[in-house]
């Protein structure tokens, strides 16, 4: 699991969240044994929220982040040093420059072939209980041994605001069924939602019956 900081600083589906907030989230996440967390440039302060978190605690996670250039790769790199694990092209189908030579990836948004070399190291692709369109994507990229990760696994937060089925909160659906992914990013209002998402069951199946059920398996 790695944890995604969208909110950071950065005003995200309503959610504003301060520095203490975002350090309280960082440590349930330490304490949860998570070691990854996911960024970018355009998040807002929450790059430099991550760092000063770094720098306070020496708690060093392993960053992921994101941009459109090399500028914002430069000042990632100077902002996190030896913490930046992978920087990851925000990819549009229509420009072929995305593994450039200080690139480790790209973050996918439109489905689109993509031509997998040698020195491509991570995708990130949309995937969730309602949007499968990455399949053979992720097909692809696992077949040249590239990490995938899965983004928006609870549908942009609105996993949350679903009603339940079958008794379970819907959002622990979107953490059934997930296909050989190496990570997938979770981002969270709190710490104690956090608790909740990693606490929360992970194989699940539905019982076809008079009420419909849920089991574990």
């Given at each position: 699991m790695i944890l995604g900081t969208a909110n950071f600083g950065n005003e995200y589906k309503g959610v504003h969240l301060l520095q203490s907030d975002c350090d309280e989230i960082l440590d349930a996440a330490w304490a949860y044994g998570i070691r990854k967390v996911e960024?970018?440039?355009s998040y807002g302060n929450s790059e430099s929220m991550i760092?000063?978190?770094?720098?306070?605690?020496?708690?060093?996670?392993?960053?992921?982040?994101?941009?459109?250039?090399?500028?914002?790769?430069?000042?990632?790199?100077v902002l996190f040093g030896d913490d930046l694990y992978h920087w990851l092209w925000h990819w549009r189908p229509d420009e072929?420059?995305?593994v450039d030579d200080y690139c480790d990836g790209i973050s996918m948004y439109s489905v689109e072939n993509v031509d997998f070399p040698a020195r491509l190291k991570t995708i990130e692709v949309p995937w969730n209980i309602l949007d499968r369109r990455h399949s053979?994507?992720?097909?692809?990229?696992?077949?040249?041994?590239?990490?995938?990760?899965?983004?928006?696994?609870?549908?942009?937060?609105?996993?949350?605001?679903?009603?339940?089925?079958?008794?379970?909160?819907?959002?622990?659906?979107?953490?059934?069924?997930?296909?050989?992914?190496?990570?997938f990013i979770v981002g969270v209002d709190s710490a104690a939602q956090l608790s909740e998402i990693v606490k929360a069951p992970k194989n699940v199946?539905?019982?076809?019956?008079?009420?419909?059920?849920?089991?574990?398996?």
């Open positions: 960024t970018a440039a760092k000063h978190y770094i720098a306070e605690t020496s708690r060093h996670f392993q960053v992921y982040t994101k941009g459109r250039s090399r500028e914002d790769y430069e000042n990632s790199k072929s420059n995305y053979k994507t992720v097909e692809q990229a696992k077949q040249w041994n590239v990490e995938v990760i899965a983004r928006s696994v609870f549908i942009r937060g609105e996993a949350f605001k679903m009603p339940p089925i079958a008794g379970l909160p819907f959002w622990v659906w979107c953490l059934q069924d997930m296909p050989d992914f190496d990570d199946k539905l019982v076809y019956g008079d009420p419909l059920d849920w089991v574990a398996t």
